[in-house]
Antibody, heavy 119, light 110 residues
């Protein structure tokens, strides 16, 4: 079955960096675009970033552009989110999610990983 | 990239219906057929319940239905059941490889 498993979260000080991973299984990873969506405590969902199936196209929300970098390794069925210059506003649960090829909807989600930015 | 507008809360009695609106602009909801809806239980990941405005993924009960008129999409849950009590989020493709979510609606089953 399709699975997405995030890791790498934790507590980090403002201004520091953190790298999240999302390991996929149960489907042909190299055929699918992957997104990151985050949810601040008690708040709604926020779309953050997209990486195309081959890694050649990446897009970011304005809130993270220039600070976050999305990459993937199709040989390891894994995507990576490098988060730099973190601020307290980046505190959230981060979900990786698969984009359905036909409908552009997010058909499978990871369980989420908490990132806390605090001094 | 402004969030889509949803009512913060909605409620309905067991067996009745509830409809949630999701208002955007011609640059997102009104401009594309790619509107989807997600159900989220507390401390759980969201789950897709409607895609491309009206379609249900396999396994989603036919009590869930979607529609769109102009810049506003809607999710209707008919025959409300206790397990439908959750947060619901709409999402739309917004062009240039970007997506936008609504602020979420908490559905309470009375």
């Amino acid at each position: 079955q399709v699975q997405l498993v995030e890791s790498g979260g934790g507590v980090v000080q403002p201004g520091r960096s953190l790298r999240l991973l999302c390991a996929a299984s149960g489907f042909t990873f190299s055929n699918y675009a992957i997104h990151w969506v985050r949810q601040a405590p008690g708040k709604g969902l926020e779309w953050m970033a997209l990486i195309s199936y081959d890694g050649n196209n990446k897009e970011y929300a304005d809130s993270v552009k220039g600070r976050f970098t999305f990459s993937r390794d199709n040989s390891k069925d894994t995507v990576f989110l490098q988060m730099d210059s973190l601020t307290t506003e980046d505190t959230a649960v981060y979900y990786c999610t698969r984009e359905d090829i036909r409908s552009t909807s997010f058909d499978y989600w990871g369980q989420g990983i908490l990132v806390t930015v605090s001094s | 990239q402004s969030a889509l507008t949803q009512p913060p809360s909605a409620s309905g009695s067991l067996g009745q219906s509830v409809t949630i609106s999701c208002t955007g602009t011609s640059s997102d909801v009104g401009g594309y057929k790619y509107v989807s809806w997600y159900q989220q239980y507390p401390a759980k990941a969201p789950q897709l319940v409607i895609y491309e405005v009206t379609y249900r993924p396999s396994g989603v009960p036919d009590r869930f239905s979607g529609s769109k008129s102009g810049n506003t999409a809607s999710l209707t849950v008919s025959g409300l059941q206790a397990e439908d009590e959750a947060d619901y989020y709409c999402s739309s493709y917004a062009g240039s490889n970007s997506w936008v979510f609504g602020g979420g609606t908490k559905v309470t089953v009375l």
